[in-house]
């Protein structure tokens, strides 16, 4: 009868500490590869782009950025912005970690750091920096908001930038 008692006693000091530790957080998703030849993937993007009619949109952050994993997470369960994303841009996350700053990538795109994580800088099909932007004017509480996403994701898509879609059409 001791060793029942013993064992039960035991068996009730784990489950209490097994529940005191809580549940085991999920791991983060690795989006940005620490090795990836940052220039080399832009180089691929850009053509990419030009010969798909699209434009790039460099997503410029790190595995260690809460707020680089929740624009992720929300480009991809938003259908809307997903279609958008799928119709007029080729994406490609940049990292910047003490691993691999890119320095001389974020050179090139003129200091995109310097606004914070992420940020997003937009490229034409020719490799050509249109516009950087900073990600907290797109946030909303603890996320980024799906509007505010949209809209600067359409004012920066191809048919956007095209004159012709602003000049009145020719009438017969």
């Given at each position: 009868m001791k060793r029942i008692l013993f064992a039960?006693?035991?068996?009730?000091?784990?489950?209490?500490?097994?529940?005191?530790?809580?549940p085991a957080k999920p791991e983060s998703p690795k989006i940005y590869d620490p090795k990836?030849?940052?220039?080399?993937?832009?180089?691929?993007?850009?053509a990419k782009a030009q010969k798909e009619g699209k434009h790039v949109l460099l997503q410029l952050g790190g595995n260690w950025?809460?707020?680089c994993i929740?624009?992720?997470?929300?480009?991809?369960?938003?259908?809307?912005?997903?279609?958008?994303?799928?119709?007029?841009?080729?994406?490609?996350?940049?990292?910047?970690?003490?691993e691999n700053k890119n320095e001389a990538t974020l050179a090139?795109?003129?200091?995109?750091?310097?606004?914070?994580?992420?940020?997003?800088?937009?490229?034409?099909?020719?490799?050509?920096?249109?516009?950087?932007?900073?990600?907290?004017y797109l946030e909303e509480g603890k996320g980024h908001s799906?509007?505010?996403?949209?809209?600067f994701l359409q004012q920066w898509s191809p048919k956007?930038?095209?004159?012709?879609a602003y000049l009145p059409k020719k009438s017969n």
């Open positions: 039960c006693t035991l068996l009730l000091g784990l489950l209490a500490e097994v529940k005191a530790q809580g990836a030849d940052a220039q080399l993937d832009i180089k691929n993007a850009v950025c809460v707020w929740r624009f992720h997470t929300l480009t991809h369960t938003d259908t809307t912005l997903s279609r958008i994303l799928n119709e007029n841009y080729v994406v490609l996350r940049v990292n910047y970690s003490p090139q795109l003129g200091y995109p750091q310097r606004f914070g994580f992420p940020v997003f800088v937009i490229l034409d099909g020719k490799g050509n920096r249109l516009h950087t932007q900073n990600s907290a799906p509007k505010l996403v949209a809209e956007s930038l095209d004159p012709q």
